[in-house]
């Protein structure tokens, strides 16, 4: 029998993939900002140590991993362990970066953190990798509500990068605080934007990234990536948007957000997170505790757990893409 | 015979033993008193666990009364926060808490919260209460003091009901991949946990096996017997290190030990004490130890 004749290729699908990337192409990315931070860090630190429940690779803690075989300890697939290990390790004097996927440090792991690393206020700190909606891979990865749960926890402070600078300047800072701290994990080649906006990261500062006169969008994580490509597109229906960034949700800068906040502009709220509990509610009750009665307009994922497919598709369905945030946009200026 | 592991001078096996069993004496003591102040608490299992806790203070623990936070101490973690009662007992016996203050014990704005926190209280090293936390919190702290060349030991206490937490099993595997020599975890069986009997509420036996098939150098021994108890310890100091196996003492423990009329009390996990009871308890207690040292 001839089996010379080729097999045509198979069409390339998109797919629900658990490890994808949502850099646009042609984007500036940066490789593992995270891994090479704490390499850094730890450089100037002796007193940092890394840990994993057997996810190091898929949260860039294995470019720490090689860097200091000796500083690194693999805790098995066991995130109850991780924490009150983290938390042991912590009491000793020593700074542990904990890594897992922020489904696990969230949902399963949570009563370890709480009462082990929060309520003594240890310097743990936590990488949750997959936050929001970073995988198609569905509801068991996508850690579409870790803010909502982690918001309610003392002394824990969380921080929602938007880019490689973001978790570049964050890493650092989070290890020189004090008490446990929940990073949002951006991995693998990470888009560099901030960059361009003579930006830095100040742990518990919000920052005005760019002024403009009909909007302000104010956003943290990946979506002020989004915020800044959809206000850059808006001018062209002459519609000029500023974007506030807040990068730290958790204490949250209200002071900053609130004089951009409280102006006749249209105030538009941008998350990677369900819209309960998370950067929308987070400004909302900042709004009525200043008494400003001031509507605002969320672009969040819906209260609902979501599908399984290519982030692509995902981010257009649930209106995280920037055509979807332009639309709302004018949808509400009624342009 | 003259001890070799003992930290104290050289003193005889009986001495050591009546030394420390005098020690388990005033903590159940303690413990009675601090019950009736709060009219209730957990003086079963203080009374069942003193042994344990006077074998670790009075002879095992290297700690500095006047510095809890002396960086080169052993750790004692208590994981099972409502044994708080007999660990300040403890911590007064060892003289970091006064034993004056122990008359606080769960009230507004005391030292000593009913639930151990680290928070709260000088020598508590871990906020306990949430079961399952203790074995975790501590492989952490074995491996953070051997990274740093530490040669501190750490002690967990933890209970049987504690093991029907997945976490505690985690953590075993855990201290065992780490080969975690420098680990001493001491497992209180008093077969009795909230809702009941250990063996009604989720079967935990064979719990030697169990340790076993994790790893760990496995000892179980009459946890009210104090010959049994320090030989056991003594076991467990010969082979530790900073590598190698973890080990666990099993003690199995009567609630209410000392105190017959509490022994033989219906078995609870919160003990009823009426208030004409307590002097009648310390009064068995004090019988109890005084006829086996005559």
Redesign the interface.
């Known amino acids: 029998m001839s089996t010379t004749a080729a097999t045509p290729a198979k069409p390339r699908l998109k797919t629900s993939a658990m490890i994808a990337s949502f850099a646009d192409p042609g984007q500036k990315t940066a490789p593992a900002p995270f891994g090479h931070a704490l390499v850094k860090a730890a450089q100037e630190n002796e007193k940092i140590v890394g840990l994993t429940a057997d996810l190091g690779k898929y949260t860039d803690m294995h470019i720490f991993a090689q860097a200091y075989p000796e500083r690194f300890f693999q805790m098995g697939m066991a995130e109850q362990l991780l924490f009150g290990a983290a938390a042991g390790m912590a009491q000793t004097g020593l700074v542990p970066f904990a890594s897992t996927y922020s489904v696990f440090a969230a949902r399963r792991a949570y009563d370890f953190l709480c009462l082990d690393a929060a309520e003594p206020n240890l310097n743990v700190n936590i990488v949750g990798g997959l936050p929001g909606l970073t995988t198609g891979y569905g509801p068991s990865h996508q850690a579409t509500e870790d803010m909502a749960i982690f918001r309610g926890m003392p002394n824990l402070t969380i921080v929602d990068p938007c880019d490689s600078v973001d978790i570049e300047q964050a890493v650092p800072q989070l290890a020189a605080s004090e008490g446990p701290t929940y990073l949002r994990l951006l991995r693998g080649n990470v888009p560099t934007v901030l960059d361009e906006y003579g930006y830095t990261f100040e742990l518990g500062k919000a920052k005005v990234l760019r002024g403009g006169a009909d909007v302000v969008f104010v956003s943290s994580g990946l979506m002020t990536m989004r915020a800044l490509q959809a206000a850059k597109d808006l001018a062209a229906h002459n519609v000029d948007v500023a974007v506030v960034h807040t990068p730290t949700i958790k204490p949250f800068d209200a002071e900053t957000v609130l004089a951009e906040v409280n102006t006749d502009r249209l105030v538009v709220t941008l998350e990677n997170h369900t819209v309960i509990g998370g950067l929308f509610e987070t400004v909302a009750a900042e709004v009525v505790k200043a008494g400003l009665g001031k509507r605002i307009v969320p672009v969040a994922l819906p209260d609902e757990f979501l599908h399984a497919g290519a982030l692509p598709t995902l981010h257009e369905r649930y209106g995280l893409s920037v055509d979807r945030i332009i639309a709302t946009v004018l949808g509400e200026l009624e342009v | 015979m003259t001890l070799t592991t003992s930290i104290h001078s050289p003193e005889t096996t009986e001495s050591r033993r009546e030394r420390v069993e005098a020690a388990a004496y005033r903590i159940r003591h303690y413990g009675l008193n601090m019950g009736e102040v709060q009219g209730q608490g957990y003086v079963g299992q203080a009374l069942g666990a003193a042994d344990m806790f006077a074998a670790v203070y009075a002879d095992q623990l290297r700690h500095r009364p006047e510095d809890p936070e002396w960086e080169g101490r052993d750790r004692f973690l208590l994981s099972t926060g409502h044994y708080a009662i007999g660990h300040y007992a403890a911590l007064a016996e060892a003289g970091i808490v006064p034993v004056e203050e122990l008359d606080t014990y769960g009230s507004d704005d005391s030292r000593l919260p009913m639930s151990g926190?680290?928070?709260y209280t000088p020598g508590m090293?871990?906020?306990g209460?949430?079961l399952?936390?203790g074995?975790?919190?501590?492989?952490?702290?074995?491996?953070?003091?051997r990274?740093?060349g530490?040669e501190a030991r750490v002690f967990n206490f933890l209970s049987d009901g504690e093991l029907d937490e997945?976490?505690t099993w985690?953590?075993a595997?855990?201290a065992s991949?780490?080969q975690l020599g420098n680990l001493t975890a001491m497992v209180d069986i008093n077969a009795l946990q909230a809702d009941g009997k250990t063996d009604s509420v989720l079967r935990t036996e064979p719990v030697a096996d169990k340790w076993a098939a994790c790893g760990w150098f496995v000892q179980r021994v009459d946890g009210n017997d104090m010959g049994a108890l320090l030989a056991a310890f003594d076991a467990a100091a010969a082979q530790a290190g900073p590598e190698g196996k973890p080990s666990v003492i099993l003690c199995d423990t009567k609630v209410g030990r000392g105190v017959p009329l509490l022994e033989n009390r219906e078995k609870a996990h919160f003990m009823r004490i009426e208030e004409h009871e307590w002097q009648l308890c310390r009064e068995q207690l004090t019988a109890g130890y005084e006829g086996e040292t005559k």
């Open positions: 926190m680290s928070t090293e871990i906020s209460g949430s399952g936390h074995l975790t919190i501590a492989v952490g702290t074995a491996l953070g003091l990274y740093q530490s997945g976490s985690e953590a595997m855990g991949h780490h």
